[in-house]
């Protein structure tokens, strides 16, 4: 199926929780209510004529100015060979978003990445802890507005040029 396909089947099924839908570019894409994204995801998994059967990977986006954080699910059909993507917002002062990995298993460690970094809380995920980063680490290294700390339990946190944040 093509992205313009895929986008109108998607519309078509869900018109109350497909919030937008771009398919054109180079990353094809919908955005979908988080409500309803569990019961989208089993769809485009399960549906024969898409059969996202892969999970590629799950990006978290941060945009500050928005008060959102999204996560973008890139999927593939293994048998079809087509691709597309969903975007889930969540507001960023309190970002809650379901999780998928009882649809696609490869979910656990993307969310869990995500949530590490960015703080996105996946509902209903079986095993929620960071996955990069120790337990008591304060924030979210992946938001736009975090602040680097100049240590962690003694150990310095500065860059080899001794910068406090990275260079851009």
């Known amino acids: 199926m093509t992205p313009e396909q895929i986008s109108r089947r998607l519309q078509d099924r869900f ?11 180079l990353h094809p894409h919908a955005v979908v209510e988080p409500g309803r994204w569990v019961e989208v995801a089993r769809f485009l998994r399960d549906d024969a004529d898409l059969a ?8 978290g986006v941060d945009y500050p100015e928005d008060g959102k954080l999204v996560s973008v699910y890139d999927l593939i059909s293994t048998r079809h060979g ?8 969540a507001p960023r002062d309190n970002p809650h978003t379901p999780s ?11 969310e869990r990445e995500a949530f ?35 240590e962690y339990h003694g150990i310095p946190c500065s860059t080899e040029t001794n910068q406090e944040r990275p260079l851009h």
């Open 15 to 25: 018109a109350d929780a497909v919030r937008a839908a771009d398919a054109s570019g």
């Open 52 to 59: 996202m059967d892969f999970l590629r990977s799950i990006s």
């Open 82 to 89: 087509h691709a597309f993507a969903i975007k889930v917002e």
């Open 100 to 110: 998928v990995c009882d649809v696609w298993p490869a979910a656990d460690w993307h």
């Open 116 to 150: 590490d970094l960015l703080g996105i809380v996946y509902d209903g995920h079986p095993r929620l802890t960071r996955i990069l980063l120790p337990d008591d680490w304060a924030g979210y290294p992946l938001r736009k507005d975090y602040e680097f700390p100049r």
